[in-house]
């Protein structure tokens, strides 16, 4: 305890430091993996770790020219050959359509190149997601077979497995469908009914049940099915546990619904899929038996950065069609693009366009990193911020478009109806928020723990510390976590935007410790204060993510980079109000709550709840007095 | 001042005692809880009274037996045909001020007009309130001077006044304008019922939607519809079904040697069906009442089904299973939990019930019927097969079972034809057993 009381800076820093260590060596034996990368879960602690975000991701030459390979054609493809408005009437992807996807290779992006496909980082699996989502019936049909279908197998498959089913899968010979979703279970894995039971000669397990919702189920010849199988455990009971399996079509058995009618994405196949005493082989186990529902998990959080590119490829199209209306047509000898009101929308789109693009090839440059780096919060919040990005500038283009935006004789409608889609599908914006926030909170609250109960036991070096951060907080003290300054990350062109971020980052940090110490484990129930974390932390995420891009965009000397700056900078700045907002209401509360208990105490300073409910008021009175002693010390010197 | 303070007080005094003399004669006509508040806030200000009608006892207090004509009586008796309506009420009081030019015995008149507005049936009639007050005559009562004021002045009838205002009170009718401008000529504005009207004006409006769960009107007469609307007026949960599960044979078919069938009805919700199904047949459950409700004017009885509570140890802990939410978790791994420094919650002792599986309504209280009506549960829930039932059934319901052998059976018409008189009286029983 050398920094105690009079070198409260050194001490923090020291204590933080302390905790540091303290974490990474109780947590090193237990690692198999080489050490996570998490952005997004260091914020809750007030950390911005910038060796991960800063610089910007970049792809090398060599992929540069292999991405625009790639690109070339299919593009051509997507905006010469696809009939959208007929796949969206008619409700089916042409055959032919599908064969000359096929042909381009892509059914298996992501399938490694040994088994026939075409191996793509995520970058660019990303940067291809944007040009197949000029038509959101084919992309959740890609997305359907290959971010969910397949992916078990290329997760959690064995060698012979991976063998035999991926290069047909890749090829697109076979459709992969992913079935989980039952009538009564959605993300709650205990009501699963489907049922797979050991047959008597141990070779087979027989399936039965039912699956709605499944995208390509018509189609698809491979199924990753989840399933309740009996597992005995370690202490001889036996318990009911999910695993997964792949099953073919041809294993009998198996019948398709009729197609369902939805609103959006009519040309994707989605149907029920039953099964009826199926014959799965033993080795059509997918990972190990009982262990489905860890397979689950990891398909569902890999399967979702993408959708910001998608997303943004599609915004980037609907803004090109809606400024060329903009621009043509004339309200008293003005074109609309002249009118306030209309550039404010615009601007909106772009603003929200750039945002999701930086957030989803940042998650994807990450993703890309040697080692199996997790970036589940960070593809969450880029599923979440997209999505819903998305439903509100299209709603804003149709806004733009007037009356012809509603007709169905444009295209505009169908966009409309497709991109609804986005916010529930792939785990419901709310359920990932709930995850986003609890994730992060779990992480925190496991630093955290060992000094709130210091505080609790009332530690005295930590209370002081404490209140004297709080103190230094109130007083004003600028937060500088080094993004900007003589070699900071961010161009200094953003250096109030980087501020802002600091700022946010800091009173994060300081609102996650006061709601852990609040609710402790009921937290968990708090589900509006896990909404308002979460979107804090989305914002905060995003912000991260433009200045890192624009930053590398001035200092690469890209075109345009003023524009990117103008952006950059905007975000920043609502963001950095949304996120004060939310924290004065995450806040707030907690004042109200102060001023119930403590009616005596008129003024508003009011330090960590729990250290200061111990404390009478005269001692109050007596540690403020001190500190600030102590304070105008150390600013003498 | 004090002098004017001391008079106030003995009268306060007197008035008090006459008020505690009078309890036990008379009792006013509640109607059903909310006057009470605005009852006690009168009194506060004026005296203190005891909760004593400011209806006086009519002069000549024996009652029951032989029934002394009240003057005035006649007049409400001349209804040519017997029909007791708004119409020959307005009559009554038409001929009262037309015979009577000098008004002299308006007073008693009003009183009497007052005990009479149930039998007529215009006790919630505004108009007939403001007509009966219109009976009063003009600026005769107005104080003229401080004194006046200061002093009750013509103090019996500012409490006729205050009488008729006060059996507004009690059936509920909001006084209107011109209920005002006729008190402020006959009273004046700074007088007793000018006052009580105020307060009235005043509180009313704020009583008015006090009941977060208010009962209609008019009560149905029909038995069944009756305890239907009980039933779900105690059950909060809005899925839960009635049931019939016996309808009453119609009295006028059968005569007194065939055993008539009461009417049964029931109430369950989905989750008490669920809680009874995973009943352990092992528990006895019980099946207890009769307990009391009042509807308005009405009281009915209930019965409830219900087990004990399990003891500690053996209940089961629910607990969450570790794969479950396959997107977030469903709890957090921390060390720590809220504590009692972040308990923000009220110290409320909360004593834990057993479950209520069923509640039902009855005619008849013994345990045969009570029998039937589990015998009908048993249909909806199988479980009930296998568990014990044990009857606790008390022999008297509380406290108003001991005396009111008639409202057993609640009334089903109302009181017509029946005395204020006999009313009090058994009310006034009520309240001494």
């Given at each position: 305890m050398s920094g105690c009381g009079l070198f409260l800076r050194s001490a923090a820093a020291a204590r933080l430091g302390r905790a540091r260590v303290a974490f990474t060596a109780s947590r090193r034996p237990l690692r198999t993996s080489p050490p996570s990368q998490a952005f997004a879960k260091e914020l809750f602690l007030g950390k911005i770790e910038k060796k991960e975000v800063f610089p910007f991701p970049e792809v090398s030459q060599d992929e540069l020219n292999e991405i625009n390979q790639f690109v070339g054609p299919v593009e051509k493809f997507f905006t010469e050959e696809v009939d959208s408005q007929k796949i969206d009437r008619e409700g089916k992807i042409p055959n032919e359509t599908l064969e000359k996807l096929k042909s381009l290779g892509l059914f298996g992006m992501q399938v490694p190149e040994e088994y026939g496909g075409l191996g793509l980082s995520n970058t660019m699996y990303a940067r291809l997601g944007e040009i197949i989502s000029l038509d959101c019936s084919i992309a959740v049909t890609l997305a359907a077979h290959q971010a969910i279908g397949l992916k078990g197998i290329i997760l959690a498959g064995s060698e012979e497995q991976k063998a035999r089913y991926l290069p047909k899968l890749a090829s697109g010979e076979h459709v992969a469908a992913f079935c989980l979703t039952e009538p009564a279970s959605g993300s709650d894995a205990a009501s699963i009914r489907t049922r797979a039971t050991l047959s008597e000669d141990k070779k087979h397990y027989v399936l039965n049940g039912s699956k709605v919702w499944i995208t390509n189920g018509g189609l698809a010849s491979v199924f990753t099915v989840f399933a309740k199988t009996e597992v005995v455990d370690s202490n001889g009971s036996v318990k009911d546990k999910v695993t997964a399996?792949?099953?073919?079509?041809?294993?009998g058995g198996i019948t398709s619904g009729k197609p369902e009618d939805k609103l959006g994405i009519r040309g994707s196949n989605t149907c029920e899929v039953h099964f009826e005493n199926t014959r799965v082989p033993v080795e059509n186990v997918l990972g190990e038996v009982g262990g489905g529902f860890k397979v689950a998990m990891n398909i569902l959080n890999s399967g979702r950065f993408s959708m910001g590119s998608a997303v943004a490829g599609?915004?980037?199209?609907?803004?090109?069609?809606?400024?060329?209306?903009?621009?043509?047509?004339?309200?008293?000898?003005?074109?609309?693009?002249?009118?306030?009101?209309?550039?404010?929308?615009?601007?909106?789109?772009?603003?929200?366009?750039?945002?999701?693009?930086?957030?989803a090839y940042l998650t994807a440059g990450m993703l890309d990193q040697p080692g199996f780096p997790d970036c589940s919060i960070e593809a969450a919040m880029v599923k979440v911020f997209s999505s819903e990005a998305a439903w509100q500038c299209v709603s804003e283009a149709l806004q733009v478009l007037g009356g012809s935006g509603y007709m169905r004789d444009y295209p505009y409608e169908r966009i409309l109806r497709d991109s609804r889609i986005l916010l529930i599908f792939e785990g419901t914006n709310e359920i990932l928020r709930m995850y986003i926030a609890l994730t992060g909170l779990q992480h925190?609250?496991?630093?955290?723990?060992?000094?709130?109960?210091?505080?609790?036991?009332?530690?005295?070096?930590?209370?002081?510390?404490?209140?004297?951060?709080?103190?230094?907080?109130?007083?004003?003290?600028?937060?500088?976590?080094?993004?900007?300054?003589?070699?900071?990350?961010?161009?200094?062109?953003?250096?109030?935007?980087?501020?802002?971020?600091?700022?946010?980052?800091?009173?994060?940090?300081?609102?996650?410790?006061?709601?852990?110490?609040?609710?402790?484990?009921?937290?968990?129930?708090?589900?509006?204060?896990?909404?308002?974390?979460?979107?804090?932390?989305?914002?905060?995420?995003?912000?991260?993510?433009?200045?890192?891009?624009?930053?590398?965009?001035?200092?690469?000397?890209?075109?345009?980079?003023?524009?990117?700056?103008?952006?950059?900078?905007?975000?920043?700045?609502?963001?950095?109000?949304?996120?004060?907002?939310?924290?004065?209401?995450?806040?707030?509360?907690d004042q109200r709550r102060q001023e119930r208990r403590t009616p005596r105490s008129s003024e508003?300073?009011?330090?960590?709840?729990?250290?200061?409910?111990?404390?009478?008021?005269?001692?109050?009175?007596?540690?403020k007095w001190l500190l600030q002693q102590i304070l105008r010390k150390i600013s003498m010197n | 001042?004090?002098?004017?303070?001391?008079?106030?007080?003995?009268?306060?005094?007197?008035?008090?005692?006459?008020?505690?003399?009078?309890?036990?004669?008379?009792?006013?006509?509640?109607?059903?809880?909310?006057?009470?508040?605005?009852?006690?806030?009168?009194?506060?200000?004026?005296?203190?009274?005891?909760?004593?009608?400011?209806?006086?006892?009519?002069?000549?207090?024996?009652?029951?037996?032989?029934?002394?004509?009240?003057?005035?009586?006649?007049?409400?008796?001349?209804?040519?045909?017997?029909?007791?309506?708004?119409?020959?009420?307005?009559?009554?009081?038409?001929?009262?001020?037309?015979?009577?030019?000098?008004?002299?015995?308006?007073?008693?008149?009003?009183?009497?007009?007052?005990?009479?507005?149930?039998?007529?049936?215009?006790?919630?009639?505004?108009?007939?309130?403001?007509?009966?007050?219109?009976?009063?005559?003009?600026?005769?009562?107005?104080?003229?001077?401080?004194?006046?004021?200061?002093?009750?002045?013509?103090?019996?009838?500012?409490?006729?006044?205050?009488?008729?205002?006060?059996?507004?009170?009690?059936?509920?009718?909001?006084?209107?304008?011109?209920?005002?401008?006729?008190?402020?000529?006959?009273?004046?504005?700074?007088?007793?019922?000018?006052?009580?009207?105020?307060?009235?004006?005043?509180?009313?409006?704020?009583?008015?939607?006090?009941?977060?769960?208010?009962?209609?009107?008019?009560?149905?007469?029909?038995?069944?519809?009756?305890?239907?609307?009980?039933?779900?007026?105690?059950?909060?949960?809005?899925?839960?079904?009635?049931?019939?599960?016996?309808?009453?044979?119609?009295?006028?078919?059968?005569?007194?040697?065939?055993?008539?069938?009461?009417?049964?009805?029931?109430?369950?919700?989905?989750?008490?069906?669920?809680?009874?199904?995973?009943?352990?047949?092992?528990?006895?459950?019980?099946?207890?009442?009769?307990?009391?409700?009042?509807?308005?004017?009405?009281?009915?009885?209930?019965?409830?089904?219900?087990?004990?509570?399990?003891?500690?140890?053996?209940?089961?802990?629910?607990?969450?299973?570790?794969?479950?939410?396959?997107?977030?978790?469903?709890?957090?791994?921390?060390?720590?939990?809220?504590s009692s420094w972040d308990d923000y919650e009220f110290n409320i002792d909360e004593v834990e019930e057993g479950p209520v599986f069923a509640i039902c309504m009855a005619g008849a209280h013994d345990q045969a019927t009570l029998a039937k009506w589990i015998q009908g549960l048993q249909e909806t829930n199988p479980t009930l097969a296998?568990?014990?039932?044990?009857?606790?059934?008390?022999?008297?319901?509380?406290?108003?079972?001991?005396?009111?052998?008639?409202?057993?059976?609640?009334?089903?018409?109302?009181?017509?034809?029946?005395?204020?008189?006999?009313?009090?009286?058994?009310r006034q029983q009520q309240s001494q057993s």
């Open positions: 399996f792949i099953v073919e079509r041809d294993f599609m915004l980037k199209k609907l803004i090109e069609m809606t400024a060329e209306y903009a621009c043509t047509r004339k309200q008293f000898n003005r074109n609309l693009s002249e009118f306030g009101l209309i550039q404010e929308k615009f601007a909106l789109m772009a603003q929200k366009a750039y945002v999701m693009e930086s957030m925190a609250g496991r630093i955290l723990t060992a000094r709130v109960k210091q505080l609790k036991q009332g530690n005295v070096t930590t209370i002081m510390e404490t209140v004297s951060q709080r103190v230094r907080d109130s007083l004003g003290r600028t937060v500088d976590l080094g993004l900007t300054g003589k070699l900071g990350a961010v161009h200094p062109s953003m250096e109030d935007s980087a501020h802002k971020l600091e700022q946010n980052v800091h009173d994060f940090s300081r609102t996650v410790e006061t709601l852990l110490l609040r609710f402790g484990k009921t937290i968990v129930e708090e589900q509006l204060v896990l909404k308002r974390v979460a979107n804090i932390l989305i914002n905060l995420y995003g912000m991260t993510a433009v200045l890192s891009r624009a930053s590398r965009s001035i200092r690469v000397g890209l075109q345009n980079h003023d524009h990117e700056v103008l952006l950059a900078n905007i975000f920043c700045t609502e963001a950095y109000y949304q996120n004060l907002f939310a924290l004065s209401q995450l806040d707030k509360s508003h300073w009011h330090p960590t709840p729990t250290v200061l409910t111990w404390l009478s008021p005269p001692a109050v009175g007596m540690t | 001042m004090s002098w004017a303070q001391a008079i106030l007080l003995a009268r306060g005094l007197s008035r008090g005692w006459g008020g505690i003399c009078s309890t036990a004669l008379t009792g006013a006509p509640f109607s059903q809880v909310t006057p009470q508040a605005p009852r006690g806030l009168h009194c506060s200000t004026a005296a203190h009274q005891p909760d004593s009608p400011l209806v006086p006892r009519p002069p000549e207090p024996q009652r029951g037996l032989v029934k002394a004509l009240a003057p005035h009586e006649e007049l409400f008796r001349q209804a040519p045909d017997g029909v007791r309506d708004k119409a020959s009420f307005v009559q009554a009081v038409q001929n009262f001020t037309q015979y009577n030019v000098h008004k002299r015995g308006h007073v008693d008149f009003i009183y009497l007009a007052l005990r009479k507005m149930r039998e007529y049936g215009v006790e919630r009639d505004l108009a007939i309130y403001n007509l009966l007050l219109d009976i009063f005559p003009k600026e005769v009562f107005r104080p003229r001077n401080i004194f006046h004021s200061i002093f009750l002045h013509y103090p019996r009838q500012q409490e006729c006044g205050i009488a008729v205002l006060e059996q507004m009170e009690n059936h509920g009718v909001m006084p209107n304008k011109e209920t005002e401008f006729l008190l402020t000529q006959i009273f004046g504005r700074k007088s007793y019922p000018m006052l009580k009207f105020v307060r009235m004006k005043l509180w009313f409006t704020r009583f008015k939607n006090i009941n977060p769960f208010p009962v209609p009107r008019d009560l149905p007469q029909d038995p069944v519809d009756l305890a239907r609307l009980a039933l779900r007026h105690m059950e909060p949960d809005l899925s839960a079904r009635v049931t019939v599960y016996q309808m009453p044979l119609s009295k006028d078919s059968t005569d007194a040697t065939d055993p008539t069938e009461p009417h049964i009805i029931g109430i369950q919700s989905p989750d008490q069906q669920a809680a009874l199904a995973h009943h352990d047949p092992a528990h006895p459950i019980f099946v207890e009442g009769p307990f009391s409700l009042w509807l308005r004017d009405k009281c009915v009885y209930y019965h409830i089904l219900r087990a004990d509570l399990l003891p500690p140890e053996e209940r089961e802990v629910e607990e969450i299973p570790e794969e479950w939410n396959l997107y977030y978790p469903m709890q957090l791994d921390l060390a720590y939990g809220r296998r568990i014990p039932v044990v009857f606790r059934l008390s022999p008297s319901s509380g406290e108003l079972l001991a005396s009111s052998s008639g409202l057993e059976e609640p009334p089903l018409t109302p009181p017509e034809g029946r005395e204020e008189e006999e009313n009090n009286q058994q």
